[in-house]
C-alpha cells in the first residue's frame, strides 16, 4: 500500500466514530488539503478501478476505522484491482480550484497517469465544493463536471454519485448538472446516493453532508460496491447489433496455395511509417478469378504501440484492426479479407513498423474446398502429452485442409510456431505465430493436411504447443465463403454491437457478427487489457460452450486472434477475466 499523506484531524478515530467537518471551499492559497492517497496494488480479474472523493467518501477510504472493511478492500474483495483511490477534505472536479493544485482531481488524473497508473472505471464522489464554488450555478456545476469526465476520456467508464446537502436547492442543482452533462456523455453513469440512504437506512450528520459513525460509512461503502460491481463487473447490453456490412464479390471456395512470402518491408529498406498504408500487388500470385485471400500479416519490430488493418486497396480504410502490438515486438496474424478485381491488398499501420506478407491461400467461385463446421475440439496439448517436435496432429478423415488455433505456452525465451502438411519436403520459411517468454500467444492457421492426414507444428524454442480444430475444407464440404469489407461488429468499450462495459468473469455475451443465413463467420477477435493473464472462447450460440480458447492476452496488454467458427449470424464469446472485446467481420459462410 502506498500512502502519501494522511492527516487525521478530520478523520482521526479510527477505532471509533468518524464524524467529517462541515464543507468549506479552501482559500485558494492553501496548502494541500487533508487526504488520503494509496493503491491496492494486487491485480484482480476484473481489472483495475479508481475511487475519487471529497470528505464524504474520506470515510469510506480510511483502511482501518473499526467497523469494517473500507471501499478499496470492498473492491478488492469483489475481484478488482490495483485500486488506485483519492479523498479528502475540499477536493473538486477541478474548475473552481486552480489555484489549489492539490484539491485538483483533473489535475490528480493527469499526475497519475503520468506515473503509468490509470484504470477502465472511474468511481467518483465530488460535488458539494464545486457546486459552493459555483455560486449554485447550474451552468458552472455542469462545466465543472463535464471537464473532469473529459479528462477522464470517453473510453474510460465513470461512475459518479448523486450528493446531500443542508441545502436541498444546492443539491438539486448539482443532481440536476450531473444528469444533465450524462445526457452528452454517455460514459457517466449516476448512482442516487440520496434514495439509496433513505432505502438502506443510512443516516446523514447533522451537517447534511457527512455520516455519523464509522459502521455508517461502511454500510455506505458496501453499497458503492455491489453497485460498481453490478454495472461494470458485467457487459451491460444497450442495445442492437451492428448493422452487417454489404457482400464483395460472390461465395467462394478455398483454394490452398504454396506459402509465399509476398512483401517483406525489410528488403526494401522502408519501414512502414505510421498513418500510411502499402499496397501489394497480388495479381501475379492468385488465380485470375479470385474474391479474397488468407495471408499471414506480420508486424516486426514496431517503434511504438500500434496496430495493422489489412483491407482492399480501393475502397475506404476501414475502422478495425488486425494485429496489435507494442514497441519492440513481432506480432502476426491470420487475415481473410476480400479483393477488388485488381487483386491488390492493402496495410495499414498507425505506428510506424516492418510489415512482412505471407500467402496462403486464395478463395475463387468454383474448383476449390468447402468448409465444414465442427464443434471446436482440443487435438492436441503438450502440457499433458509431452512436448515434441514437430508435433503431429491427427486430422479427421476426408480433410484436405483445416482450421485450427494453436497457441504457445510456458516458453523460456521467444520464437515462432510454423504450421505445414507434415509430408511437406521442408518446413516452410514463413511463421504463422511468435511469442515471448512467459506469456500464452494464439494464431490461427489455414493448414493443408499432409497426405497421412496430418499437420505439423514446428517450434525454433522449446515451448508446449495446444492444437484446437475449429473446422475443415473439404472437395464436398458444405459452406462457401462470402467476403465483405471488414467491419467492426462489436466494440464493448464504446457499445458497438450492443453491449457496452468490460465483459465479466466468466461472462457470456451474444453478438450479431454476421446475416442470419449466415452459417460460419470468419474475422478477428480482439481482447483488451485483461485485468489478468487470461483468454476469450468464441463459438456459435447453438453449441455448448467449448473447452477450447480463441484468443490469449497478457494482463493489461492486447492481443488479436483470427475465427473461423460456425455461427448462424450470432456469435457468443466468453471471458475467463474482465476484459474489452472487439470484433471485426471480414466475411461469412453460406450452402
Given at each position: 500500500?502506498?500512502?502519501?499523506?494522511?492527516?487525521?484531524?478530520?478523520?482521526?478515530?479510527?477505532?471509533?466514530?468518524?464524524?467529517?467537518?462541515?464543507?468549506?471551499?479552501?482559500?485558494?492559497?492553501?496548502?494541500?488539503?487533508?487526504?488520503?492517497?494509496?493503491?491496492?496494488?494486487?491485480?484482480?480479474?476484473?481489472?483495475?478501478?479508481?475511487?475519487?472523493?471529497?470528505?464524504?467518501?474520506?470515510?469510506?477510504?480510511?483502511?482501518?476505522?473499526?467497523?469494517?472493511?473500507?471501499?478499496?478492500?470492498?473492491?478488492?474483495?469483489?475481484?478488482?484491482?490495483?485500486?488506485?483511490?483519492?479523498?479528502?477534505?475540499?477536493?473538486?472536479?477541478?474548475?473552481?480550484?486552480?489555484?489549489?493544485?492539490?484539491?485538483?482531481?483533473?489535475?490528480?488524473?493527469?499526475?497519475?497517469?503520468?506515473?503509468?497508473?490509470?484504470?477502465?472505471?472511474?468511481?467518483?464522489?465530488?460535488?458539494?465544493?464545486?457546486?459552493?464554488?459555483?455560486?449554485?450555478?447550474?451552468?458552472?456545476?455542469?462545466?465543472?463536471?463535464?471537464?473532469?469526465?473529459?479528462?477522464?476520456?470517453?473510453?474510460?467508464?465513470?461512475?459518479?454519485?448523486?450528493?446531500?446537502?443542508?441545502?436541498?436547492?444546492?443539491?438539486?442543482?448539482?443532481?440536476?448538472?450531473?444528469?444533465?452533462?450524462?445526457?452528452?456523455?454517455?460514459?457517466?453513469?449516476?448512482?442516487?446516493?440520496?434514495?439509496?440512504?433513505?432505502?438502506?437506512?443510512?443516516?446523514?450528520?447533522?451537517?447534511?453532508?457527512?455520516?455519523?459513525?464509522?459502521?455508517?460509512?461502511?454500510?455506505?461503502?458496501?453499497?458503492?460496491?455491489?453497485?460498481?460491481?453490478?454495472?461494470?463487473?458485467?457487459?451491460?447490453?444497450?442495445?442492437?447489433?451492428?448493422?452487417?456490412?454489404?457482400p464483395v464479390g460472390v461465395p467462394s471456395e478455398y483454394q490452398p496455395l504454396a506459402l509465399n512470402r509476398v512483401f517483406d518491408s525489410r528488403t526494401t529498406g522502408s519501414r512502414v511509417q505510421a498513418g500510411s498504408s502499402i499496397e501489394v500487388d497480388l495479381s501475379t500470385s492468385v488465380p485470375?478469378?479470385?474474391?479474397?485471400?488468407?495471408?499471414?500479416?506480420?508486424?516486426?519490430?514496431?517503434?511504438?504501440?500500434?496496430?495493422?488493418?489489412?483491407?482492399?486497396?480501393?475502397?475506404?480504410?476501414?475502422?478495425?484492426?488486425?494485429?496489435?502490438?507494442?514497441?519492440?515486438?513481432?506480432?502476426?496474424?491470420?487475415?481473410?479479407?476480400?479483393?477488388?478485381?485488381?487483386?491488390?491488398?492493402?496495410?495499414?499501420?498507425?505506428?510506424?513498423?516492418?510489415?512482412?506478407?505471407?500467402?496462403?491461400?486464395?478463395?475463387?467461385?468454383?474448383?476449390?474446398?468447402?468448409?465444414?463446421?465442427?464443434?471446436?475440439?482440443?487435438?492436441?496439448?503438450?502440457?499433458?502429452?509431452?512436448?515434441?517436435?514437430?508435433?503431429?496432429?491427427?486430422?479427421?478423415?476426408?480433410?484436405?485442409?483445416?482450421?485450427?488455433?494453436?497457441?504457445?505456452?510456458?516458453?523460456?525465451?521467444?520464437?515462432?510456431?510454423?504450421?505445414?502438411?507434415?509430408?511437406?519436403?521442408?518446413?516452410?520459411?514463413?511463421?504463422?505465430?511468435?511469442?515471448?517468454?512467459?506469456?500464452?500467444?494464439?494464431?490461427?492457421?489455414?493448414?493443408?493436411?499432409?497426405?497421412?492426414?496430418?499437420?505439423?507444428?514446428?517450434?525454433?524454442?522449446?515451448?508446449?504447443?495446444?492444437?484446437?480444430?475449429?473446422?475443415?475444407?473439404?472437395?464436398?464440404?458444405?459452406?462457401?465463403?462470402?467476403?465483405?469489407?471488414?467491419?467492426?461488429?462489436?466494440?464493448?468499450?464504446?457499445?458497438?454491437?450492443?453491449?457496452?462495459?468490460?465483459?465479466?468473469?466468466?461472462?457470456?455475451?451474444?453478438?450479431?457478427?454476421?446475416?442470419?443465413?449466415?452459417?460460419?463467420?470468419?474475422?478477428?477477435?480482439?481482447?483488451?487489457?485483461?485485468?489478468?493473464?487470461?483468454?476469450?472462447?468464441?463459438?456459435?450460440?447453438?453449441?455448448?460452450?467449448?473447452?477450447?480458447?480463441?484468443?490469449?492476452?497478457?494482463?493489461?496488454?492486447?492481443?488479436?486472434?483470427?475465427?473461423?467458427?460456425?455461427?448462424?449470424?450470432?456469435?457468443?464469446?466468453?471471458?475467463?477475466?474482465?476484459?474489452?472485446?472487439?470484433?471485426?467481420?471480414?466475411?461469412?459462410?453460406?450452402?
Amino acid at each position: 500500500m502506498r500512502v502519501v499523506k494522511a492527516v487525521a484531524a478530520v478523520c482521526a478515530s479510527a477505532l471509533g466514530t468518524i464524524i467529517g467537518p462541515a464543507i468549506t471551499l479552501p482559500p485558494v492559497s492553501a496548502a494541500a488539503p487533508i487526504f488520503i492517497d494509496y493503491v491496492k496494488s494486487a491485480p484482480g480479474p476484473r481489472g483495475a478501478i479508481t475511487v475519487l472523493g471529497d470528505s464524504v467518501m474520506l470515510g469510506s477510504v480510511l483502511e482501518t476505522n473499526g467497523y469494517g472493511p473500507s471501499l478499496p478492500q470492498m473492491l478488492v474483495d469483489r475481484g478488482w484491482g490495483p485500486v488506485d483511490a483519492k479523498a479528502g477534505v475540499g477536493f473538486q472536479a477541478g474548475l473552481n480550484v486552480r489555484s489549489n493544485p492539490g484539491a485538483d482531481m483533473s489535475r490528480w488524473v493527469r499526475d497519475e497517469r503520468a506515473l503509468g497508473r490509470d484504470s477502465p472505471i472511474y468511481v467518483v464522489s465530488i460535488g458539494p465544493n464545486d457546486v459552493l464554488g459555483c455560486s449554485s450555478s447550474q451552468a458552472c456545476s455542469e462545466r465543472d463536471i463535464a471537464g473532469l469526465v473529459d479528462t477522464i476520456g470517453s473510453d474510460h467508464e465513470v461512475w459518479w454519485s448523486l450528493i446531500t446537502m443542508p441545502d436541498q436547492h444546492d443539491a438539486d442543482v448539482w443532481n440536476a448538472a450531473l444528469a444533465a452533462v450524462a445526457t452528452t456523455h454517455p460514459n457517466l453513469h449516476l448512482w442516487d446516493w440520496p434514495a439509496a440512504r433513505i432505502q438502506n437506512g443510512v443516516p446523514l450528520a447533522g451537517d447534511g453532508y457527512h455520516l455519523p459513525t464509522g459502521a455508517a460509512y461502511v454500510q455506505r461503502s458496501r453499497l458503492i460496491a455491489d453497485d460498481v460491481t453490478s454495472r461494470f463487473g458485467v457487459s451491460q447490453h444497450v442495445g442492437p447489433g451492428a448493422t452487417t456490412p454489404n457482400p464483395v464479390g460472390v461465395p467462394s471456395e478455398y483454394q490452398p496455395l504454396a506459402l509465399n512470402r509476398v512483401f517483406d518491408s525489410r528488403t526494401t529498406g522502408s519501414r512502414v511509417q505510421a498513418g500510411s498504408s502499402i499496397e501489394v500487388d497480388l495479381s501475379t500470385s492468385v488465380p485470375v478469378t479470385a474474391t479474397a485471400v488468407s495471408v499471414n500479416v506480420t508486424a516486426v519490430e514496431a517503434a511504438n504501440a500500434g496496430f495493422l488493418t489489412a483491407y482492399p486497396c480501393g475502397g475506404a480504410l476501414p475502422v478495425t484492426s488486425n494485429v496489435n502490438y507494442d514497441a519492440g515486438q513481432t506480432r502476426p496474424n491470420h487475415v481473410v479479407v476480400a479483393l477488388y478485381t485488381d487483386h491488390k491488398l492493402c496495410v495499414y499501420a498507425s505506428a510506424t513498423v516492418d510489415v512482412v506478407v505471407d500467402l496462403q491461400g486464395a478463395f475463387v467461385p468454383s474448383g476449390a474446398l468447402r468448409l465444414n463446421t465442427l464443434a471446436a475440439t482440443r487435438l492436441v496439448d503438450t502440457r499433458t502429452a509431452g512436448r515434441a517436435d514437430p508435433v503431429v496432429v491427427a486430422m479427421p478423415p476426408g480433410a484436405a485442409a483445416a482450421v485450427v488455433n494453436v497457441t504457445a505456452v510456458g516458453a523460456v525465451a521467444p520464437g515462432f510456431l510454423v504450421v505445414y502438411p507434415c509430408d511437406a519436403s521442408a518446413i516452410p520459411s514463413t511463421s504463422n505465430l511468435n511469442f515471448v517468454a512467459g506469456t500464452a500467444v494464439a494464431g490461427l492457421a489455414y493448414a493443408p493436411v499432409g497426405s497421412a492426414g496430418t499437420v505439423c507444428v514446428h517450434s525454433n524454442v522449446p515451448v508446449d504447443v495446444i492444437v484446437d480444430l475449429q473446422a475443415t475444407f473439404s472437395s464436398g464440404g458444405a459452406l462457401r465463403f462470402q467476403p465483405t469489407t471488414p467491419t467492426r461488429m462489436l466494440d464493448t468499450r464504446i457499445g458497438v454491437g450492443g453491449w457496452r462495459g468490460e465483459v465479466g468473469v466468466n461472462q457470456t455475451i451474444e453478438a450479431v457478427v454476421a446475416p442470419p443465413e449466415a452459417s460460419a463467420v470468419t474475422g478477428n477477435l480482439t481482447m483488451v487489457q485483461p485485468g489478468l493473464d487470461g483468454f476469450l472462447t468464441a463459438y456459435g450460440c447453438s453449441q455448448p460452450v467449448p473447452s477450447t480458447s480463441s484468443v490469449n492476452a497478457a494482463r493489461q496488454l492486447i492481443a488479436a486472434n483470427s475465427l473461423t467458427t460456425g455461427a448462424a449470424g450470432s456469435l457468443c464469446i466468453r471471458a475467463s477475466v474482465g476484459a474489452h472485446v472487439i470484433f471485426d467481420t471480414t466475411g461469412w459462410w453460406v450452402p
